[in-house]
């Protein structure tokens, strides 16, 4: 067992010395820096979607879409508060488009997601494809392509955002800027990536150096498909229930380079096993009703709720109604530098 470092007059006086070089002692920090299992700020919270609705319908009466570029709340982890961070790689907010918005069009390094939480035929376009958005949907904005958003309906649209806002920060690679046209021109027709790449066959001479899918809009109708014909074979899996990973087509990885993408399903009166992993997690019901023990807190959620599960926290869930869960998190990151671990509870 490492013992505590001792101070002393001299050891002081020393590290008075060095300081004023820009140097430190490792010794005096080395338990802070690399620690026997994860340690994070991030803390375990539920956001009520009503409550974030209300404020968000406020919002909307104080600012205008195009002033703000983008009308969001930000969900701000409790133990990260100032930040702008849900978990300590990602960032987390609730976008309102209402009536006769425009967000105008703009690109940035950050990859960002989209997951629609209510509201049908609002629309969002992406590198010139136009696609309308319905509850459930999987949107994906790709780094550096241009993205404007609109409502042409008589109804507000609600989605939350998912981007690597404080992984881009951190690496400083952060660039971004507006276009000249509050709308950029619809150069192909809707749903034309997914005609392309979303059949399980592609283009013969498709060629890319992105690692993002060329799938913008995963449709929740095809993934409740998915889920409902995986269902029949009755195989759950103990800690997640059934739970399937949004893919590119072309490479078979995540969809996203830096966002992991995943949706479950939890049939009523289902409570998976103890299970934890180092990828901190958002998740949004949006079917069903149930409660989510992390650590030892218990949250009652249901559709639209949105709650975060720090790295490493043991997580149990379980299912009043029969449950569909979207979830992010830094998986892909965390793998591909061979930093993921993950732990299900033998008891």
Not at 44 to 51: L, P
Not at 61 to 78: G, S
Not at 300 to 319: L, N
Request: charged content about 25%; glycine content about 6%; proline content about 6%.
């Amino acid at each position: 067992m490492t013992q505590a470092v001792q101070k002393t007059p001299e050891r002081e006086a020393f590290y008075r010395k060095i300081d004023g070089q820009n140097l430190s002692a490792l010794w005096n920090v080395l338990g802070d820096l690399v620690t026997p299992q994860p340690k994070s700020a991030c803390r375990a919270h539920i956001w009520q979607f009503d409550a974030i609705r209300s404020y968000m319908m406020e919002a909307g009466q104080l600012i205008t879409a195009k002033e703000a570029e983008r009308r969001v709340l930000i969900l701000e982890n409790p133990g990260l508060r100032g930040e702008s961070k849900v978990t300590t790689s990602l960032y987390a907010g609730v976008q309102l488009v209402t009536p006769g918005d425009v967000a105008p069009a703009h690109r940035h390094t950050q990859s960002a997601l989209r997951f629609i939480l209510e509201g049908k035929g609002a629309y969002t376009t992406v590198a010139g494809e136009r696609t309308n958005m319905e509850p459930g949907d999987f949107v994906i904005t790709p780094s550096m392509a241009w993205h404007d958003h609109g409502n042409e309906t008589s109804e507000p649209m609600f989605w939350l955002d998912g981007l690597d806002i404080p992984l881009v920060q951190f690496l400083d690679a952060s660039f971004a800027e507006s276009a000249n046209d509050e709308q950029q021109a619809v150069s192909r027709p809707s749903g034309d990536s997914y005609a392309r790449y979303g059949k399980n066959l592609l283009p013969v001479d498709h060629r890319t150096s992105s690692r993002t899918s060329p799938v913008f809009n995963y449709p929740y109708a095809y993934t409740r498909e998915a889920l409902e014909a995986a269902k029949r074979t009755e195989e759950w899996d103990p800690c997640h229930g059934l739970k399937l990973r949004y893919t590119n087509p072309v490479s078979g990885d995540f969809a996203m380079p830096t966002i992991g993408t995943f949706m479950q399903l939890l049939p009523k009166g289902f409570r998976t096993a103890r299970y934890r992993s180092t990828d901190a997690t958002v998740m949004v019901p949006i079917e069903g009703r149930g409660r989510s023990r992390i650590g030892d807190q218990t949250f009652e959620w249901g559709p639209r709720d949105i709650f975060v599960i720090p790295s490493w926290a043991w997580v149990t869930h379980e299912a009043d109604q029969e449950a569909v869960l979207f979830s992010f998190s830094d998986r892909p990151v965390q793998q591909k530098l061979d930093l993921f671990r993950e732990h299900r509870d033998a008891a």
